[in-house]
């Protein structure tokens, strides 16, 4: 409702100088901020200096929503600020630069807008993906967060494309508690759900880690491997427990590829040629590296199909195992270290320390239940189209077929996707 400049008590003298907010709506158009602030600026009869204690401003389709605090700043002429007095002095000020701008401006104390009661917790991120997403999961979300004691403060718009994606700036409500609550509304609604904590560790991330099968690319290598040595069903079964935990992957790792033995090795030329990257996966490396990021391979798989991919794409790094060649043939064995679900977490930490960037500023990406000890030593663990047995246990998890969506996690808008082409 409108501003009401009379008083609706007696005036009293408060110990603490009041603060305002004013709000101002409408049609989008130059000036409108200068002349606001201008105003607020100018001293005359009764006008109290003030400060600027918090400012907003969105356009949305071409309407502006301009929120600006102010308080009462004391001097020798107005030692005592009113908050009566001051509220009607913004009233007045207010309807002149409503007039001046044909936009609405509106004054309420701070106290009754609700500004003093600030959120216990730190704040956070929400981001919300889908290809669409639909009203009831941000509904869900926006009662989610209530729900727990947060509080959404803004609302903006990462992208439109390969995913719609929304970063809500929540304040109040502990970590676990959000990603609880938020988790079970991404299950009801099929949207993707992710929580992050506000500040500079989010953008500062500066390494990340990509596992290879179902992840940078699609399907699993050694399961078309086995379909050419005529030993598909068997490889697929001990892939498919092995990734949903079930079986110690390095032991199924050498029973698959004892499956393989007498394989020509020409078949992984074969096989790594007719790879499929994941949509979104060239978007994703080359932004994050035109970013400063150090990006590679971690994996499972075998350095004959990553070594090559890694070239590539232009990756920094990568770990793998190695198949044993004897005669032009696989020989059913492997050679050095095994890379399984330890190793893929100590190759991690090998290359950040390697670059010298912290483990908190490395992000893992990977789909298996080998990838779980790599998501949870990363900063930022994101299980992708993942087993629920990993998406459980990762710090977050994307289930849209885009790899390029993880920079939305990562706080990066459509806009600087695009300016990293």
């Keep these: 409702m409108p501003f009401d400049p009379a008083p609706r008590t007696s005036p009293t003298a408060l110990a603490t100088p009041p603060r305002a907010l004013l709000t101002v709506t409408g049609i989008d158009r130059p000036g409108v901020t200068a002349r606001l602030f201008t105003a607020l600026a100018a001293r005359g009869k009764d006008h109290p200096q003030v400060e600027v204690v918090d400012v907003e401003q969105v356009v949305v389709h071409g309407q502006l929503v301009l929120g600006v605090v102010v308080g009462a700043l004391p001097d020798e002429s107005v030692p005592v600020v009113e908050e009566e007095r001051f509220l009607a002095t913004l009233g007045r000020l207010a309807a002149e630069v409503g007039q001046a701008t044909g936009m609405r401006v509106e004054v309420e104390s701070a106290a009754d807008a609700g500004l003093d009661a600030v959120p216990a917790g730190r704040p956070h991120h929400v981001i919300l993906l889908g290809r669409p997403v639909p009203p009831e999961a941000v509904a869900g979300a926006a009662s989610a967060i209530a729900g727990v004691g947060g509080n959404i403060e803004a609302i903006r718009r990462l992208s439109d494309y390969p ?218 663990g994101i299980a992708f189209n993942a087993k629920p047995y990993v998406r459980e246990q990762a710090h977050t998890a994307l289930n849209q077929p885009y790899l390029d969506a993880v920079l939305q996690v990562l706080g990066f808008t459509r806009d600087e996707v695009l300016d990293a082409v």
């Design 163 to 380: 995913v719609t994606s929304f970063e809500l700036t929540v304040s109040g409500g502990e970590a676990t508690e959000l990603r609880t609550a938020l988790a079970s509304v991404a299950s009801a609604t099929g949207a993707d759900i992710a929580v992050e904590q506000v500040g500079l560790a989010r953008r500062s991330k500066r390494l990340i880690v990509l596992d290879v099968d179902s992840t940078l690319v699609r399907g699993e290598v050694i399961d078309e491997l086995a379909a050419r040595a005529g030993r598909a069903a068997e490889v697929a079964r001990i892939t498919a427990a092995a990734m949903n935990g079930e079986l110690d992957f390095a032991q199924s790792l050498r029973a698959r590829v004892a499956a393989l033995a007498g394989l020509p090795v020409e078949v992984l030329d074969e096989v790594r040629e007719a790879l499929v990257l994941t949509p979104g996966a060239r978007t994703l490396i080359r932004t994050l590296k035109r970013h400063g990021f150090r990006c590679g391979i971690v994996s499972g798989g075998f350095t004959q199909i990553t070594d090559p991919l890694a070239d590539q794409l232009g990756l920094d790094f990568t770990a793998a195992n190695t198949l044993e060649v004897a005669d032009g043939r696989l020989t059913g064995g492997l050679v050095g270290e095994i890379v399984d679900r330890a190793g893929k977490a100590r190759a991690l930490a090998r290359f950040a320390e390697e670059y010298g960037i912290p483990l908190e500023q490395t992000v893992a990406v990977g789909d298996g239940a080998n990838d779980l000890d790599m998501l949870r030593v990363a900063g930022l």
